[in-house]
């Protein structure tokens, strides 16, 4: 269950076609800065959580690219999605089977107190003061078992339960590293993709060993019982292909785009037990044509839940990544398109559990937290990995030379107002909550 993914400068390779090429672009390439995030839009009745300041960075390594919110680091991205694929097949299902209570199983496939769990799912979860294969109410507090939220992530055990089954069921559809769990966060993410701007499944399984990584502030802020750790499980569920749709700067488009796939359409029709309100919507795009800098985007709606949600443009970071590296000498790792998709992805995420960016608001700009803002290569650097960071409580370090957030960012994630499930809108006027 425990990857350790470690990248080192030394896993570098040079690239010399792409560092002449940022040369080129170098003129214009501060421009691209702050892309990652934010640009108000004032002037409409709603605006987008991600701010884009374009602004004024100034590049202060002059040979090296400079780019703002993608990311950097070419074999540590394919490292990291390799690995984890490989992995997230045998784990699936198997989570919770680490330490087995030593009673014998119950057998598959049975459910003899009658609670919609199967039995030998309660057993390898491994809690039988929670949820005991032989009572329908475990703990006795009138809820039956599989209407339990004991983890508070707004699924219920039996949502969870189902969707463990499914999960197992259909893995060329899922990202998933380990099965749902209800006495862990879960995080379900509906993923719909316009034609040509799939998501590189790399970018996933970066985005979910972010999530999986809140598990080491155990060691500073232990699980509130009865969660048995930190960590948050991710689970893209991949539903359908969207034609391609050029996206301005109006909201109808995308509130619509929204509301209109928020269904299942595609595979998840399935999954027929579960609420689509349950799910995160992210979709993949192309680009916002009116701000050929935005990398993702949060949307909110003043009311609908269903017309909010995730974008990201797959388009625009391919068209700034890589970047931010060096071929030689000395060779600096540069942030690769799927860890800038990775890094979006995790970010806006961020967003939707009602994270704002990481402000002057508590006395400084963390630039290790994923909830940064980019402002130039330095901090791109920092951000997608680690530079010159060894604390894990900051964010990202040079060790897991990924994007992380940091403890305070975790300390506020809001698992009960996720955009898109539980609500249309950030708090903040639409920001979040900065830290
Ligand atoms: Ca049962
Ligand atoms: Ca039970
Ligand atoms: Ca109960
Ligand atoms: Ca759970
Ligand atoms: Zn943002």
């Known amino acids: 269950m425990t990857r350790s993914t470690q990248f080192t400068c030394k896993q570098f390779k040079p690239t010399f076609t792409i560092y002449s090429l940022f040369l080129m672009l170098g003129t214009f390439a501060c421009d691209q800065e702050s892309t990652q995030d934010i640009s108000l839009q004032s002037d409409l009745s709603v605006q987008t959580a991600d701010i884009g300041t374009q602004s004024d960075f100034t590049p202060i390594v002059s040979d090296m690219s400079v780019e703002a919110d993608a990311e950097a680091g070419t074999e540590a991205g394919t490292e990291a999605g390799t690995e984890a694929g490989t992995e997230a097949g045998t784990e699936a299902g198997t989570e919770a089977g680490n330490n087995l209570p030593d009673t014998p199983p119950p057998p598959r496939g049975e459910d003899q107190d009658e609670d919609g769990l199967e039995d030998y799912w309660e057993w390898q979860l491994n809690a039988p003061q929670l949820f005991h294969w032989s009572s329908a109410d475990t703990d006795q507090d009138g809820v039956l078992d599989a209407d339990e939220d004991k983890d508070m992530d707004g699924l219920s055990a039996q949502e969870e339960h189902d969707l463990a089954l499914w999960i197992a069921e259909y893995p060329e559809t899922t990202y998933s590293n380990s099965s749902p769990h209800p006495l862990l966060k879960d995080l379900l993410i509906q993923v719909d993709q316009m034609q040509d701007q799939e998501l590189d ?62 269904a299942f359409n595609g595979q998840l029709q399935d999954l027929s037990n579960i609420n689509p309100n349950r799910l995160i919507h992210l979709i993949s795009a192309d680009q916002r044509s009116d701000d050929l800098n935005r990398a993702g985007e949060i949307i909110n709606h003043p009311e609908n839940p269903q017309s909010a949600g995730v974008i990201i443009y797959v388009g ?95 300390l506020l994630m809001d698992f009960q107002n996720k955009l898109s499930c539980n609500t249309s809108n950030l708090v903040n006027n639409g920001q979040g909550i900065e830290h």
């Open 316 to 410: 625009t970071i391919e068209s700034q990544h890589p970047s931010c590296g060096l071929s030689s000498p000395p060779p600096v790792p540069f942030v690769e398109i799927h860890e800038a998709l990775s890094g979006t992805i995790t970010h806006e995420l961020g967003h939707a559990l009602q994270l704002g960016h990481d402000t002057e608001v508590n006395g400084g700009i963390n630039p290790f937290n994923v909830m940064a803002i980019l402002e130039g290569c330095v901090s791109t650097r920092q951000r997608y990995h680690g530079e010159g960071n060894q604390d894990l409580l900051l964010g990202a370090t040079e060790q897991s030379f990924a994007s992380r957030f940091s403890l305070e960012a975790f």
């Open 201 to 262: 499944p790399r970018a996933f399984w970066m985005s979910i060993e972010s999530f999986e990584a809140l598990a080491s502030f155990d060691l500073t802020v232990p699980p509130q019982a009865p969660l048995i750790s930190n960590k948050v499980q991710l689970h893209f569920l991949v539903d359908e292909l969207l034609s391609p749709l050029d996206l301005q700067g109006d909201f109808q488009t995308r509130f619509d785009l929204l509301a209109n796939s928020h």
